[in-house]
């Protein structure tokens, strides 16, 4: 959980006829035989459906615990089609969760002040706790890649695709009627949003109005905010800096051949670089580890998450590797979800 004072939650899954639980130290998990007869308290999925002016929205729940959540976890892990689990303790201990219903595709993860926004495809769904979840259909505004909370709500980017949201759930379209873009990633820090992709750099300050600007060159995949300026990296080991969304910095080679994901991780940029891990703290001279990974990250302080087609693995500064969770399903993403304002 979130320190020895909280109250205790008990997080319950059905699994088979036991019920997994955290204990009040949130230490670890405490096991107990249930009959039959007490499967009232195991797993249950309530899908009901409302019509909305911007689609349709259902939601999903669950009987995890008498007691929900307090608030939203600190990490969220799921697979691009299914799986989803979720941690409250530092990325210690992991709970598998009911996915949100209708949803089809995941893509990325926001947080904002009291909620959690996942969006894919031309679906969003919302969560307070990381268990119940409020589904809402966008389709029509093209394919949703990417979402980043700040100036007060979401922002959501992709194929022909960019999107406000006070709630995550109702959408308003700010594409000016442009729908030739391409964006794959958005970020939001110093009090404006900067998204990039295929070509073309954009930015806003409100995220309602924007301003485009074509910077060509190999696909951007990944941004992250850190030491005064916004870093974008992406193929052929392309990296740009900008400090407005408007001009670059820099715009050249980083000597490796693809980058993937890019995080601000304690004071360093930290990326993904064929199966490893690359870190600068100034996304200039990039020093190799020797930790491997061949999938998602996630880092929140010090503390490191990885997504690995085996399962969930937790690192201290990247140091060793230690696996936390295995779900039924490969999950290949992760995030950590502290509050950005």
């Known amino acids: 959980m979130r320190g020895a004072s909280i109250i205790a939650m008990l997080l319950v899954v059905a699994c088979d006829d036991e019920v997994i639980g955290f204990d009040e130290t949130g230490g670890g998990s405490t096991e107990a035989a249930v009959s039959e007869g007490a499967a009232s308290v195991a797993s249950e999925t309530d899908s009901t459906g409302s019509s909305t002016s911007e689609g349709t929205l259902e939601s999903s729940s669950t009987g995890i615990g008498e007691d929900p959540p307090l608030g939203p976890p600190q990490y969220v892990a799921y697979g691009r089609e299914a799986g989803l689990a979720v941690s409250y303790d530092d ?60 100036s ?45 992709g ?20 190999p696909k951007l995949t990944s941004i992250a905010f850190g030491d005064g300026r916004f870093v974008a990296v992406g193929e052929e080991g392309r990296i740009i800096e900008t400090q407005d969304g408007l001009t670059l910095l820099r715009d050249a080679s ?55 087609t085996e399962g969930l693995f937790r690192s201290v500064q990247l140091g060793a590797l230690d696996a936390v969770h295995e779900p039924p399903v490969p999950l290949t993403r992760v995030h950590a979800t502290p509050l950005k304002k």
């Not at 295929?198 to 060159?217: C, D, H, L, R």
């Not at 000597?255 to 690359?278: A, M, R």
């Open 91 to 150: 990325a210690q201990t992991w709970v598998d969760v009911p996915e949100p219903a209708g949803m089809i595709e995941r893509e990325d993860l926001a947080r904002g002040e009291e909620r959690i926004v996942l969006v894919g495809g031309a679906d969003t769904a919302v969560t307070f706790d990381g268990v119940s979840w409020e589904h809402a259909d966008v389709d029509g505004l093209g394919y949703i890649r990417g979402v980043a909370y700040g």
């Open 152 to 196: 007060g709500g979401f922002v959501s980017v992709g194929l022909d695709h960019l999107a406000w949201s006070w709630d995550g759930l109702a959408w308003d379209d700010v594409r000016e009627g442009s729908t030739d873009f391409d964006l794959v990633d958005v970020a939001y820090a110093d009090d404006r949003f900067v998204a990039v």
């Open 198 to 217: 295929v070509g073309q750099m954009a930015t806003s300050q409100n995220g309602q109005e924007w301003t485009f600007t074509t910077i060509g060159g």
């Open 254 to 308: 980083s000597g490796f051949l693809n980058l993937g994901e890019l995080h601000f991780c304690d004071d360093s940029f930290v990326v993904t670089d064929s199966g490893g891990f690359l870190v600068s703290p100034d996304a200039d001279a990039w020093e190799s580890l020797e930790t491997p990974n061949d999938g998602n990250f996630a880092c929140s302080g010090s503390t490191y998450v990885l997504a690995k």
